[in-house]
């Protein structure tokens, strides 16, 4: 909404000290939430005159065009200043040159004389052009900052508003614009009002405790039907105002000040009579529509439409209307979509001379659903949606009616139509003393009525403390106690309310689960890896580039109904999709060597369908239930990839390529640092690599995978060969963290080490050997680690040797015969499980 | 070794135990590096060394002179094991002073033992947020972030025809019938808390959010919020100033503040929380000459939305509105890192660059 100053103090009777910016700032602590302060006007400076063309010799150009050779006259002072005076005899005047053509001789013109500075800084001097000393200019509407119109020059009336002649020489500025500041206020829906210089002129008035006059002071008067007929047939028109004017003479044009005015609050001056309508519903909120009076075919009827109705509207659209609609109609049929746009059939054309106005209320969930059905949102169905004053309407139509008969020559008719009545208002009561507990900032009672009661509220006292209260016409959004309190709140200014820290209970600070993942926010990037962010949009095409197979959960992908793009319209199950794309975008900006990670919602369907309880109390259980059953389970995961070199060739050495290791080894950190030990196992499992996947598991619950990604699914995605990745569930991996855990009693006696080498055949698995070897070692075993794999002739084909470091150490210091009885019963059971056989140097 | 019987007993004089003694500190102070001084040891303090020789003399000296003898020759052991260790120590810490010329470094080398990482900075700044508020003692709340309808709009007095509920505003399951829709808020998650947990009721709840925008510079389909819910009684709205004052002066610091009325269904009365410009400070207000493009000249940013929990919220999740009252507010976690930290660009924030993640050595401080 764009609102003119000058416009408000026609009704806020501001004191001219107030300039445009406390107006600002005083409606925004009001809490109309005014964007900019836009100072309109002619962006120019020096001398710009009323000037008569005295003559004009049309020159025609190599180019084809034609310019204009005119001499005009600029007033005596000017005339006598010009580079190339009139000849002797002839009248005083200034030779310019001119490309437009729509001014004849004897049209009263604006001149820029040099010296004048014209719209961006154009500065205006005497120039040889065209053959000619052109002294000066005849400006069009741009070239003076008027607007964006220079398809010709303006051409002024000749007289001023009061019939005095215009005399050549006089400054033209303020004949063509006035100087103004303009709000850009963006209304929030609970402020329909505000759509009107009418509210916000109120704001403004009790913001400054100033006097306000209101241009809808009109009272409706009682149901009639004495003018054009109107029958209203859907509960959702409580209000119908026809008031008819006649004898309009259809060729007077808009005034200055009116086009200016539209212009101003943000429309196009369109003609007369549409002006007049625009600036009447800018002025009250109040949106007006005109009908050719001889067009309509007997009376109007305000009614739901049928279904299989159509209405072409005004812009040319022809429109299948629904049972929700609410149209206007006469004989001819529905010749409006009320509230939103009228039907081409009744419209204003340029030979209208007698207009039905209308001036209607209508629900506005009815207006908004329209508006959205029919993709038509306007200035009525924008005021309508947020709720216009009924009580304005009598007053908009004659005010309507009486701006045709003043600028129109119309004639107004005295019988008129009020069909239906202003509703009545919602009574709310409040204790007096909730603003103040609800703001934390004492408000005596009285001051509470008193704010009340200059916003227009009714306000009945009573004894007990109780305030009965009935909001203005105009503020429907006053329904709920809060309501009033916020009034109050705005009106006192949340400026003086003191601020205090609220005493919250003894906190837990971070949950577990919340901790172990601040825990990870810091210990995975100092192991090296760098975390990324992205969407979660994916597609059914996505998980087949992944190579996961039929049946797998990673299928059961949930559908938007309004994906962004229709190339991504389900929700991811996985991480890695993302994860790539980060790696092509980083590789196409010279980024080879990555270790990236994510933390992010996964979404596995199905979907079911939530149930939507009343909001009047608390949900049931059942309700909740049924909420929870139909979410789709939508873990944490977490999930890295790694491509490059792990460590580029640098001064210590040469570059240690990304290997799976450090996929298993990101598993392994993130596991360790939520307090859990992996165990692995080699799995065949989409998109690794079937011989370079690991399972990762936490007793029998798999968390995740962790490898090389398979090199057909490299290729799908265009990725570097041998790119690892590692993707585990992250909430089940925090969920199998043991509890706090518990410290050992260390023992200070020295330790036993013994080293073991065994041969075993290639497909047994390091862990398992581990496993045995720690099984069979009993309680002595401090430690075991894997020191070296040896494949070669002291193997023999098909095996290979791992060789361990086993450390015993007890509560004393152990014999070399009870260190070595505990190794050969380790050997012993790996030997026994997979037929390691031990390797003697 | 013992020394040969046959050879002629040794003078056992103070002159020639005092030329001893004076031949060996000589031959040690002229040893130049321990090789030297260990051939001195050997020739002075070592087994055929005059003195040693002379020491083991003492037996063959009368008994009534022995102790004399004795003392003496003691004495001057002691005087040259002296000075052998006090020259050992003198030339070991020579030498150890010239080893660690020769194995001096360029410690300016770059260590690669790892790449560089780094948390994402809206990850690192949504836990500096949870910082905040758990120490004043709110706890961390946390929810589904595809979500009930009901979760998302309803409960939150965003009735069936509110707009925010359109297609083009929100993204829906399919079909539409579930009623289910990626959260556009983290606002369900104060509903699920004031649903499960006792009043009183101090959390915030960061976590990502969705909405049906295009994907450019100034608008992302996903993004991050911070959204805070105190629900307890006697809360007023000096209460909500008081908590934004103090998150603004932890993240922002010397920066005022200030909450203007606003409107959004959950909350009444609702505001607008802004902060003062960080770039002109208001110094561009009515300042042609010198607009800033931060504030649009108006001095103030807009921050979040904030207010007094509507009691129509609270009845719908069957919280008895004559005893308690609350507030809430919410703010881009996005929006936040941008004034903190200058990020220009809101795709940088999603496109996995990871130069933008590392940018911010240390996390958000």
Not at chain 1, 736 to 760: C, N
Not at chain 2, 244 to 273: C, K, N, Q, W
Not at chain 2, 301 to 329: H, K, M, Q
């Amino acid at each position: 909404m764009r609102a003119p100053i000058s416009w408000l103090r026609e009704f806020a009777h501001l004191d001219a000290s107030v300039d445009a910016t406390a107006i600002y700032e005083a409606l925004i602590r009001a809490g109309l939430e005014v964007e900019t302060v836009d100072h309109v006007g002619p962006d120019v400076t020096g001398p710009v005159v009323v000037g008569r063309v005295l003559s004009i010799q049309d020159e025609p150009q190599k180019n084809g065009k034609v310019i204009r050779w005119c001499r005009v006259d600029c007033g005596p002072e000017a005339n006598a200043a010009a580079t190339e005076p009139a000849g002797p005899g002839e009248p005083g005047s200034r030779g310019i040159i001119c490309g437009a053509h729509n001014f004849a001789v004897g049209d009263l013109v604006v001149v820029g004389l040099p010296g004048a500075v014209l719209a961006g800084g154009f500065e205006l001097t005497s120039r040889k052009t065209y053959g000619h000393i052109s002294d000066g200019m005849i400006c069009a509407e741009d070239e003076l900052g008027l607007g964006d119109d220079h398809t010709g020059i303006i051409v002024l009336p000749p007289t001023h508003a009061d019939g005095t002649p215009l005399v050549p020489g006089e400054p033209a500025l303020p004949l063509i614009a006035t100087s103004d500041d303009v709000l850009d206020i963006a209304v929030t829906p609970d402020l329909g009002y505000c759509l009107s210089i009418r509210g916000i002129a109120r704001e403004a008035a009790q913001a400054f405790g100033a006097p306000f006059t209101d241009p809808a002071a009109r009272p409706t008067p009682g149901e009639k039907h004495d003018g054009f007929p109107v029958t209203l047939d859907t509960p959702n028109c409580p209000l119908f105002v026809a008031v008819t004017v006649e004898g309009l003479d259809p060729t007077r044009p808009s005034p200055a000040w009116l086009q200016q005015r539209v212009k101003m609050a943000g429309m196009r001056s369109l003609g007369l009579a549409v002006d007049v309508t625009n600036y009447v519903m800018m002025e009250l909120g109040q949106p007006i529509h005109g009908y050719d009076g001889d067009r309509l075919n007997g009376g109007i009827v305000v009614r739901q439409a049928t279904a299989g109705e159509t209405l072409t509207t005004l812009d040319g659209q022809l429109r299948q209307l629904d049972p929700e609609d609410i149209v206007i109609t006469d004989g001819s049929g529905v010749i409006g979509l009320a509230g939103v746009m009228g039907g081409q059939t009744t419209e204003l054309e340029a030979d209208t001379t007698r207009v039905v106005i209308e001036a209607a209320a209508f629900d506005p969930v009815a207006i908004a659903r329209t508006a959205k059905r029919h993709k038509l949102p306007s200035e009525a169905s924008k005021r309508f949606e947020r709720g216009v004053d009924p009580a304005a309407a009598y007053s908009a139509a004659h005010r309507v009616a009486d701006l045709l008969v003043e600028l129109g020559g119309a004639r107004k008719v005295a019988a008129e139509t009020v069909a239906g009545s202003v509703p009545p208002m919602p009574e709310q009561t409040i204790p007096a003393d909730l603003p103040s507990r609800i703001l934390g900032h004492a408000v005596p009672a009285e001051q509470v009525v008193a704010i009340l009661r200059a916003s227009g509220v009714a306000v009945r006292e009573d004894p007990g403390g109780l305030l009965h209260l009935v909001p203005p016409t105009w503020r429907p959004d006053l329904k709920d106690p809060y309501d009033y309190v916020e009034e109050v709140g705005c009106k006192i200014g949340f400026d003086v309310i003191a601020p205090v820290v609220p005493l919250a209970p003894a906190g837990r600070g971070r949950t577990p689960a919340q901790q172990a993942r601040r825990n990870l926010t810091w210990s995975l990037p100092a192991a090296g890896f760098t975390e990324v962010i992205s969407f979660p949009f994916s597609s059914a095409d996505e998980v087949d580039r992944l190579g996961v197979p039929e049946g797998d959960e990673r299928r059961a992908l949930v559908r938007l109904a309004n994906p962004l793009a229709d190339t991504l319209p389900e929700l991811r199950t996985t991480l890695l999709p993302g994860l790539f794309g980060a790696i092509a975008r980083n590789r196409s900006r010279s980024q080879d060597d990555l270790a990236l990670y994510e933390q992010g919602l996964v979404f596995f369907g199905p979907a079911g369908q939530a149930p939507i309880p009343s909001v009047e109390h608390r949900p049931s259980d059942a309700e909740l239930a049924a909420i929870a059953a139909a979410l789709p389970r939508q873990p944490r995961h977490l999930a890295c990839v790694v491509t490059g070199n792990w460590r580029p060739a640098g001064w210590s050495g040469p570059a240690l390529p990304a290997d799976w290791t450090h996929a298993v080894a990101f598993a392994d950190l993130a596991a360790r640092t939520v307090g859990v030990t992996l165990s692995k196992r080699a799995a065949d499992h989409a998109p690794w690599h079937p011989g370079r996947c690991a399972e990762l598991s936490v007793g029998d619950q798999v968390i995740g995978y962790a490898g090389e990604l398979h090199p057909a699914v490299l290729a799908a995605y265009g990725l570097p060969a041998r790119v690892v990745a590692a993707e585990l569930d992250l909430d089940r991996l925090i969920a199998a963290a043991p509890g706090p855990g518990q410290l050992p009693v260390l023992s200070a006696f020295p330790v036993a080490k013994e080293d073991v080498a065994l041969i075993v055949d290639e497909a047994v698995a390091q862990a398992d050997v581990a496993a045995a070897l720690r099984e069979g070692a009993g309680p002595l075993l401090e430690s075991l680690a894997l020191f070296d794999v040896y494949r070669g002739d002291q193997a023999g084909p098909g095996k290979k040797s791992l060789a361990f470091a086993l450390r015993f150490r007890a509560d004393r210091t152990l014999t070399d015969a009870e260190a070595n009885a505990a190794r050969d019963a380790a050997v012993q059971v790996a030997a026994d499980r997979f037929g390691a056989i031990q390797r003697v140097a | 070794m013992p020394a040969p019987t046959s050879a002629p007993p040794p003078a056992l004089d103070a002159a020639t135990i005092d030329r001893l003694v004076a031949e060996a500190t000589a031959a040690f102070a002229a040893a130049a590096t321990s090789a030297e001084l260990k051939a001195a040891k050997a020739a002075h303090a070592g087994d055929g060394a005059p003195l040693l020789l002379a020491n083991r003399a003492i037996r063959t000296v009368e008994p009534a002179q022995r102790a004399e003898v004795g003392a003496r020759i003691g004495a001057a052991r002691a005087a040259v094991n002296q000075a052998l260790a006090a020259r050992e120590a003198e030339l070991e810490a020579q030498e150890l002073a010239a080893r660690l010329v020769t194995e001096r470094v360029d410690v300016t080398l770059p260590p690669d033992l790892v790449p560089t990482g780094a948390p994402h900075p809206i990850t690192a700044l949504m836990d500096l947020l949870g910082d905040v508020f758990t120490a004043m003692g709110w706890e961390i709340a946390e929810g589904p972030e595809l979500e009930a309808e009901w979760m998302n709009f309803d409960a939150l007095n965003l009735g069936p025809n509110h707009p925010a509920r359109a297609t083009s505003d929100t993204l829906f399951v399919e079909p539409l019938s579930n009623h289910l829709v990626l959260r556009t808020h983290t606002s369900p998650v104060q509903i699920r808390t004031m649903l499960d947990r006792p009043l009183p009721i101090y959390v915030v709840c960061p976590g990502t959010t969705y909405r049906a925008d295009e994907f450019d510079a100034t608008h992302v389909p996903a993004f991050h919020q911070l959204e805070g819910l105190v629900v307890d009684k006697g809360i007023t709205l000096g209460h909500l100033k008081g908590t934004l004052d103090h998150l603004a002066a932890v993240m922002f610091g010397d920066v005022r503040t200030r909450i203007r009325p606003s409107y959004f269904p959950f909350t009444e009365p609702s505001a607008e929380m802004d902060l003062e410009c960080f770039v002109c400070r208001g110094a561009s207000v009515g300042d042609p000459e010198h607009p800033c493009r931060t504030c649009n000249s108006e001095g103030w940013i807009e921050w979040g939305g904030c207010g007094v929990v509507n009691p129509r919220v609270l009845a719908a999740c069957g919280i008895d509105t004559d005893i308690y009252s609350g507030f809430a507010f919410g703010m881009g976690v996005e929006r936040t890192l941008m004034f903190r930290n200058g990020a220009a660009d809101m795709r940088d924030m999603v496109e996995g660059d990871v130069r933008f993640s590392q940018a911010l050595v240390g996390g958000a401080r």
